[in-house]
């Protein structure tokens, strides 16, 4: 009987952080394509766009006018999924099958850059920088209102990724309840740490940079890495080596290096098929409930659509949506290609 | 203050099969859409396409003739992402963070009709019934494999839900684990048969079809409703009205209702927006684990992509990737939108 072989054969991997498996099925990454192509999205975008209603100064859909920002710029989304408002509900009894709560929230837009073409990889630094405090003060604006429980940031890039507008810019949901996945990854992470008073991301990290197989770059404060259970083919988590609890604990030097490895990430990716590289990316963190959470470490996901080029992307669909995830390319795989991309954009070479 | 009506404020739903919420933001449905609109694929195919590894007689990727069939045609799939194998594996000891185990399993297309043109809801419900008796001969004969406990039949249909070859298909894998999604629906199905003794489907189409609020289409046999907890915006389960546990248990009569409400329902979703629509689809039954699963009810689940139009979909990223799947449109409002559709193909009218 064949030894088994994690390059070669079929297997299925596990996911501390939401307890779920992922199927992997390295020898399938030789399947030819004939299926949908993405469109390629042309990389010349002007500065500003009249037509833009992130850009500076211009007015939005409901009449309003942007500031001339030159920083990071928050305002609420004219169309929020969430409302503001306090709703009165008395709970139904038939709560087998019909269990329903009301959600109470607020959800802003972070304009990353004035500049309409200027994505987070061809930001310096230090502008990058400013949308990490950025994110720190919302997260400590929102924190604060009463019945906002958790904090959601995230960014859709690129129109594959449902993203309407290219002009660089990210969303903050404010909300009352944990969201699913949010509290799955609570449960798993608390169970870990009552068991080892160290929270599994620690403990993960320490072994990963001991093996070195799937880790794309460290600094001093930061490692990012395509996680053992990842399931689209590009994933990537960053973690901070700290276990910080949240974006607030950073110290100036972390929150520099959180931005330092976010611009080589975006790079590397951008690099990878020579593209504006789509994905949606999020922070999961400790919740704004009060409560004290030394379970939470802070990472952020990155899940790119992309499989085998600008064009080709990976469809969660069937057995995926039926079954369980499926991945062609291992984890290993992919972060070794990741890993040799250069940190110089390629529209500077 | 203004009371809660579900017609209008952002609310959470609880899908008791799986154990997890949705979001559902009704007021949104007014937002806009400036994002990526999907293709139109032609309606003008030809019935034989010599070009096509699908159709009769035609050539396959590995040299193979397909028979010059007539009835549904089943073959292995050249590019599985499973293989029959057999692998020997030591269970590696690094089980927190490396958690891995090998998948041996059988994965098989089939074509529904040698037409390449002809897809569910423009076949005849006898013909619908060949492919039904497909399926249950596939269960039984890929049940039989000692290492088979559990078999996925499903279908992807359009290219935005990643199928690559319009001639009307869809694939059945057999495998050795529980995927994921069907192991946390056996869970909650059996928590609810141990407290109950009946099926948690079973009261649940009860207490729907008193409300009629959901119902898209019943005959004598069967449901199809849009679920209360439902994700996608036109998403629809069928179920059977006798708690069975897997197709094998149909009586002929039953099968023939099942070929006839599923013409019925794809006959509505082409409708709709007068386009050949798109889904993933596939279908939860029992395991063949030999083990008696009293606790399970046939049903199939329709997760259909589009939102507004043939070409708007609705993106499933960045907030329900990281927090929770959101929906604009209520289970409610998709509902009668759908069982207002005639049962009369666009196409022939
Ligand atoms: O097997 P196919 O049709 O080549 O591939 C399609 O369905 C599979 C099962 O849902 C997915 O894993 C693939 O991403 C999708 O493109
Ligand atoms: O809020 P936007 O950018 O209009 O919309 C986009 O992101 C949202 C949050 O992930 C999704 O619910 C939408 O489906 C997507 O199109």
Redesign the pocket.
């Known amino acids: 009987m064949k030894n088994f072989d994690s390059n070669e054969d079929p297997h299925r991997r596990y996911n501390p952080l939401i307890n779920e498996w992922v199927l992997v099925s390295p020898h399938r990454s030789k399947r030819p394509w004939q299926g949908q192509n993405e469109k390629i999205v042309s990389d010349a975008l002007p500065q500003y766009d009249p037509n833009c209603y992130l850009c500076p100064g211009n007015v939005r859909a409901n009449g309003i006018h942007n500031t001339d920002y030159k920083d990071p710029f928050v305002f609420d989304?004219d169309?929020a999924?969430l409302k503001q408002e306090e709703i009165h509900f008395e709970a139904n009894q038939e709560a087998t099958f019909f269990k329903l709560q009301p959600e109470r929230g607020i959800?802003r837009v972070v304009c990353f850059s004035p500049n309409h073409n200027e994505t987070l990889p061809e930001m310096s630094i230090e502008a990058i920088e400013k949308i990490v405090r950025t994110w720190q003060q919302e997260y400590i604006e929102l924190g604060k209102i009463d019945y906002v429980n958790y904090i959601q940031i995230?960014e859709?890039k690129g129109s594959v990724?449902?993203?309407?507008?290219p002009h660089p810019h990210g969303?903050i949901?404010g909300q009352s309840s944990l969201p699913t996945q949010v509290e799955k990854t609570q449960t798993n992470l608390k169970k870990y740490f009552d068991q080892n008073q160290r929270t599994l991301l620690h403990d993960y990290i320490q072994e990963e940079l001991q093996k070195q197989k799937r880790i794309v770059i460290e600094n001093n404060h930061f490692v990012a890495l395509v996680p053992f259970w990842a399931i689209w083919p590009f994933e990537t988590m960053l973690v901070s080596k700290r276990a910080v609890a949240k974006i607030t604990d950073f110290s100036p030097e972390e929150a520099h290096h959180f931005a330092a490895i976010l611009k080589q990430l975006t790079t590397k990716y951008d690099n990878l098929f020579e593209t504006s590289f789509p994905y949606?990316s999020g922070i999961h963190q400790a919740p704004t409930d009060g409560e004290e959470h030394p379970e939470w470490h802070f990472h952020m996901h990155f899940y790119p659509p992309l499989l085998r080029s600008a064009t080709v992307k990976k469809f969660m669909v069937g057995y995926e949506m039926l079954g369980e995830s499926q991945r062609d390319i291992t984890a290993e795989k992919s972060a070794a290609m990741l890993r040799e991309q250069s940190e110089v954009h390629y529209k500077l070479r």
Chains 1, 2 share one sequence.
């Open positions: 989304n169309f999924a959800s995230f859709n990724m449902g993203c309407s507008n969303q949901w949606s």
